[in-house]
């Protein structure tokens, strides 16, 4: 186990700690088994892990709602166990689903907030200008919470959790469906509060990238604690391990990325900068296989996500996710205009969500939509899928005219909503049966198709498991294969990897580049930057307009960077943003 070397005092002290749920009619489940860890004062320190790992639950014994099965537990050095009160009354937890007040306004939120705290008026009236100051809420104080932005939405989450000065602050993945300005601006909320305030922090967060800026870092897995220290501590795991692959003009970085996956010596692979970056299990020199053919292949700085692949990868049950093959590939040689938008608009009342959006998506590729919460992206799926009405404009999706023949357009369609939208109580062979027969299977077609489906996305181990108690990893493959057991054309994806931990993507972008390679067109929307390099186009959308549309390379050049920082496409996508934004901004003024 790697740990930390210094003598920071601990502010959290877990020793051996195990927590198994026993529920009724279902298998027990050890949650926790035997954690050891501590959290340094004054620092912020990230749990990270897949799916299941066990970080939620560690999170709520930390906050004293639940009760260990054995171990012990201290919080500013108050044993939990016996006094969860008492923690309960200097600490704040923000959960992933912070219980907000939609018909109240902001400024009722944090009043209601501050009421169930005890803060005084003095106190109050030190603390909201500074709270209103960090979140930049000001303007919003009499906007009701559900009309707020996503990341709005967060970071009044934040400012409830705040209105009371703790000496320890848990946020359980506060940045998870949350666009990269939002998720930028609340990363210097809490930067503040540590930086200038001495606060200590633990998150959980599904973005290794936020893992690696943090001082102390705890990985889990399966409930244990794989390795705990400072994140260049797991980063130096990789060293000597990581490389990129510099690939000739006609060949496609998703493709060898997915062909790098199967070789026995290649932990991770994914497509970075137009290049494909790549993570071997041994150090050293080693001989091209075909999938790096005509490659230039260079050593590469290790990042803290590689040195977190190689820890899981040793204790994964499967080394890669499976692809995925369809009962009938579909022809995309011809490269035909699968879907056509033209002049599209979209309209509530007096608010113009869509305004005159153009692109068009060929055969056989990924197209990527991508904008800050509340640009107009799922509006402009959900009039493509026929599930709302255009106000105006040219919509064409496989050939049929979505506005005059939405039932001829939709049986070409596979649409997986942002959030979990199958039936959680049923269970996964339930959800199959059910959709199978919504979308018109019978008989024998209809047994095959659900027999396709619980074999390529693996899920016979959960057959009969309640669909709304399955992992996130497993609930994502159950809404893929109930959006494709009609065989369609075209599959929509909105935000299908929110909250996914980085195992979970691997294993979701494999099937879609495999879908693509056999016909499938796919669109896609996503919050995480680096999934945009498997898509052959993109377009960025803010303010119901396209604000850059192109390949992800042309996307990338424009980024704003210092000199011989290379652009990613993070860089890109605020750069392009806020100049939309500022642009507008003059405009208004002029």
Known sequence: MINTNGHVPSVLCVRDVRMRFEPKRQPAVQALDGVSLEAPAGMLTALVGPDGAGKTTLMRLVAGLLRASGGELTVLGINVATHPQKIQDRISYMPQRFGLYEDLTVAENIDLYADLHGVTAQARAERYPRLMEMTALGPFRDRLAGKLSGGMKQKLGLACTLVRSPDLLLLDEPTVGVDPLSRRELWDIVRQLVDTQGLTVLLSTAYLDEAEKCGHVIVLHNGKVLAQGRPSDITSLATDKVFVAELPGDRSPRGVQSRLLDEPDVIDAVPDGGRVRFVRATS???????????????????????????????????????????????????????????????????????????????????????????????????????????????????????????????????????????????????????????????????????????????????????????????????????????????????????????????????????????????????????????????????????????????????????????????????????????????????
Request: glycine share 8%; hydrophobic share 45%; with cysteine.
């Open 284 to 590: 050293g020199g080693f001989e091209k296989s075909d999938a790096l053919r005509d490659a230039k292949v260079s050593a590469a700085t290790p990042r803290f996500e590689d040195g977190f692949m190689l820890l899981l990868r040793r204790v994964a049950e499967q080394e890669h996710a499976a692809s995925i093959a369809l009962d009938r590939p579909l022809d995309a040689k011809g490269g035909e205009v699968a879907v056509h938008v033209r002049n599209l608009v979209r309209k509530f009342g007096a608010f113009t969500a869509v305004d005159h959006v153009n692109f068009e998506v060929r055969r056989g590729a990924i197209f990527g939509l991508l904008g800050p919460n509340g640009a107009g992206k799922t509006t402009t799926f959900r009039m493509l899928c026929g599930l709302l009405s255009a106000t105006d404009g040219e919509l064409r999706v496989a050939g049929a005219d979505v506005r005059r023949a939405r039932a001829e357009a939709r049986a070409h369609l596979g649409y997986v909503a942002q959030k979990f939208s199958l039936y959680g109580s049923l269970s996964v062979l339930e959800n199959l049966d059910f959709f199978a027969s919504a979308y018109g299977l019978r008989g024998t077609r209809k047994q095959q198709r659900i027999a396709w489906a619980m074999e390529q996305f693996e899920l016979a181990e959960h057959a009969q498991d309640s669909s709304g108690e399955l992992p996130g990893g497993y609930k994502q493959r159950l809404a893929m294969a109930a959006a494709l057991l009609h065989e369609p054309d075209i599959l929509f994806l909105d935000e299908p990897t929110s909250g996914a931990d980085p195992l979970a993507r691997r294993a979701f972008w494999r099937r879609i580049t495999a879908l693509a390679e056999q016909g499938v067109t796919v669109i896609v929307t996503t919050h995480f930057m680096q999934e945009a390099e498997y898509c052959d186009r993109i377009a960025i959308m803010d303010a119901g307009k396209v604000l850059a549309e192109g390949p992800p390379g042309e996307i990338r050049r424009l980024a704003e960077v210092a000199e011989g920082h290379e652009p990613s496409m993070e860089d890109a996508f605020i750069a392009v943003v806020e100049r939309a934004r500022r642009e507008n901004s003059q405009e208004r003024a002029a």
